[in-house]
């Protein structure tokens, strides 16, 4: 599986950014997805997750820290899974990667599966 992000950059704060993060080489539609996202020093954090649409429906979960500000979304005929955020902080300064398992559990444990190479996402004045 190959997962490959892109959208990262400068944004201000309080402004908006949409990652996407293209995956290919496995059966998308049955893979749960999900971003992390990382700071030099310190774990990599959980952001958000989205389960395969059983029925047409997925099911997301989302950290503490981006509820009510983060939005994850996929397209299973494009293998994409998209993360919106608004109202970034500074504290959102982080590399950005994409994640996939094979369950919601499981992308949010991230202690298996496949990852991106990450990109970077910069909140400043």
């Known amino acids: 599986v190959q997962l490959v992000e892109s959208g990262g950059g400068l944004v201000q704060p309080g402004g908006s950014l949409t990652l996407s993060c293209a995956a290919s080489?496995?059966?998308?539609?049955?893979?749960?997805m999900g971003w992390f996202r990382q700071t030099p020093g310190k774990e990599r954090e959980f952001v958000a997750a989205?389960?395969?649409?059983?029925?047409?429906?997925?099911?997301?979960s989302y950290s503490d820290t981006v509820k009510g500000r983060a939005t994850i979304s996929r397209n299973n005929a494009q293998d994409t899974v998209y993360l919106q955020m608004n109202g970034l902080k500074p504290e959102d300064t982080a590399v950005y990667y994409c994640?996939?398992?094979?369950?919601?559990?499981?992308?949010?444990?991230?202690?298996?599966?496949?990852w991106g190479q990450g990109t970077q996402v910069t909140v400043s004045p």
């Open positions: 080489g496995r059966t998308f539609s049955s893979q749960a």
């Open positions: 994640h996939s398992d094979r369950s919601v559990s499981a992308v949010v444990a991230g202690t298996t599966g496949y």
């Open positions: 989205i389960s395969w649409a059983a029925w047409g429906r997925s099911i997301t």
